[in-house]
C-alpha cells in the first residue's frame, strides 16, 4: 500500500510538472521581485523524469532526478520529487535527508505540494476571512429591533402614542450607524422617561459591548431580563457577551433560553452553532445550521456559507463546496464567499479552478490581500513563479505578512 501511495504521489507531481511547461516559460516584465529562476531550469529534468518513470525506467528516473538536484541543488521541487521516488524504492533514509533538505530551503514546500495532506495545506492557506463571514454585520443584528418597533407601533392604541416608538428608532439608526457616543445619549434620555424599559437597557448593553464595555453591558442585559425575562433578544445579547468573556458554557445557556422563547430567532440559532464550533461540538453546530435553513431565516445565506466551513472542519469536502455553491447562488457578488470556495477548490487538487475564484473575488474587492495570497499559492501548484509572486507581492504591498514571509521561500533567487 505504501508503495502504491508512492507511485501515485509522484505520477501526480509529475503530471502537474509536465502540464504546466508553458507557465513557466512566461517573461518577466516590470517585477519588482526576484523569482527563483531554478524553478525554470529544473524542469525540463523533472519532465524527463517523469517520462521514464512512466515507461517503468526507473533506472533512468533516478538518474535523472540525480542529475536535476545536481545542477539545481537548491530547488525544492527536484529535492522533493527524488524524495518520493527514493520512498517508493525503499530508499527511506536517503528520502527523509531529501524532504528535509527541501523543508530546510522552503519550509512551506511540504505543505503546498501535499506531503502532509489537506490539513497540511490548510496550514498555509489563509483563512483569516473565515471569521469575518461567519459572523453578523451590524444590519442583520439590528434589523430584530425595525421589526419589533413596526410591529408594536402597528399595533399601539390611542393610549400608546408616547412609549417611545419613535426614540427607540433613532437610537437603533444610531447604533447602526456607529455613532455610539449619541447614541448612549439618547439612551441615557430615553431611560429617565422610560426606567423601566427592558429595549431600552438592551439596546444599552448592545452599544456598551461595541464600545468593548463588557462588564457594564453584563449589568445592562441583566437590567434587561430581570425587567422582562421574555425578552427573547435580550438573553441572545447576553449570550454573546457572556462567549466574549470567555463564559462559554454561561452563553449557551443564554442562546438555549432565547430559542425557548423565540423558536423563529434565527440569530439566536445563528450564535449558538458559531459557539457550538468554537466549544468543538461540529455535530450541533451543523445542527442548528440545519434549522435557520429549514426556516429560511434572515441569515439563510450565512447560514449555508458556515455550514459548509463546518463541513469542511469535519472532512467532508463535497458537502462544504455544495453549500457554499448555495451561498453563492443567493450571493454571487460575495468576495468573501469566492474566496472561501477557491480554498476549497485547493483542497480537491484543482488549483485552476481555485485561481478563478480567487481572480473572482480580487475583481470583486481588488484590496482583498488573502485572496491575492492564496491565489499565489495555487499559481506555485501549478509551478507559475511569475505569477505566483506577483500576487505574493500584491498581498504584501497589502500590508498581508504572511505574504511578506512565503516570499523569501519562493520568489528570492
Not at 463588557?214 to 449570550?239: C, H, M, Q, R
Request: aromatic share 10%; net charge negative.
Amino acid at each position: 500500500m505504501k508503495n502504491l501511495m508512492g507511485t501515485i504521489l509522484l505520477v501526480l507531481c509529475a503530471t502537474s510538472l509536465l502540464a504546466q511547461t508553458t507557465n513557466m516559460n512566461k517573461t518577466e516584465l516590470g517585477r519588482t521581485y526576484s523569482v527563483n529562476n531554478q524553478s525554470r531550469t529544473v524542469l525540463p529534468l523533472l519532465q524527463k523524469a517523469e517520462r521514464e518513470f512512466r515507461f517503468f525506467d526507473y533506472e533512468a528516473t533516478f538518474l535523472t532526478l540525480e542529475n536535476a538536484v545536481a545542477q539545481n541543488p537548491n530547488s525544492f521541487e527536484a529535492l522533493l520529487m527524488r524524495s518520493k521516488f527514493k520512498q517508493l524504492i525503499g530508499m527511506e533514509a536517503e528520502a527523509r535527508i531529501d524532504f528535509e533538505n527541501a523543508s530546510r530551503i522552503n519550509p512551506l514546500a511540504a505543505n503546498l505540494y501535499g506531503y502532509h495532506g489537506n490539513q497540511g495545506l490548510l496550514r498555509i492557506l489563509s483563512l483569516e476571512p473565515e471569521k469575518a463571514v461567519t459572523g453578523l454585520n451590524t444590519g442583520q443584528t439590528l434589523n430584530y429591533y425595525y421589526q419589533t418597533l413596526d410591529e408594536q407601533f402597528l399595533a399601539k392604541t390611542e393610549d400608546d402614542d408616547n412609549l417611545g416608538w419613535q426614540q427607540l428608532e433613532e437610537i437603533v439608526q444610531e447604533i447602526e450607524a456607529d455613532n455610539l457616543l449619541l447614541a448612549m445619549d439618547l439612551i441615557d434620555t430615553f431611560l429617565v422617561d422610560f426606567p423601566k424599559s427592558a429595549i431600552g437597557y438592551d439596546l444599552r448593553g448592545v452599544v456598551l459591548q461595541k464600545q468593548e464595555l463588557l462588564s457594564e453591558a453584563v449589568l445592562a442585559f441583566s437590567k434587561a431580563v430581570t425587567l422582562d425575562p421574555n425578552l427573547a433578544i435580550a438573553w441572545y445579547n447576553f449570550g454573546k457577551v457572556e462567549e466574549e468573556l470567555g463564559r462559554l458554557e454561561q452563553a449557551k445557556i443564554y442562546f438555549d433560553k432565547a430559542i425557548m422563547l423565540q423558536e423563529d430567532l434565527t440569530k439566536a440559532y445563528f450564535g449558538r452553532a458559531l459557539l457550538a464550533k468554537r466549544m468543538g461540538d461540529k455535530e450541533n453546530a451543523l445542527k442548528d445550521y440545519n434549522t435557520i435553513i429549514e426556516k429560511n431565516g434572515e441569515i439563510y445565506m450565512e447560514a449555508y456559507l458556515n455550514r459548509g466551513l463546518t463541513k469542511k472542519a469535519l472532512g467532508d469536502y463535497n458537502g462544504s463546496i455544495n453549500d457554499i455553491n448555495r451561498a453563492l447562488e443567493a450571493f454571487p457578488n460575495n468576495p468573501k464567499v469566492l474566496k472561501n470556495r477557491g480554498n476549497l477548490q485547493l483542497l480537491f487538487g484543482l488549483p485552476q479552478k481555485a485561481i478563478d475564484d480567487y481572480t473572482r473575488a480580487i475583481e470583486l474587492d481588488n484590496n482583498y490581500a488573502e485572496a491575492y495570497y492564496n491565489r499565489a499559492l495555487a499559481h506555485f501548484l501549478l509551478y507559475d513563479s511569475i505569477s505566483g509572486c506577483a500576487d505574493l507581492e500584491k498581498s504584501a504591498d497589502l500590508g498581508y505578512e504572511q505574504a511578506s514571509e512565503a516570499s523569501t521561500h519562493f520568489c528570492q533567487d
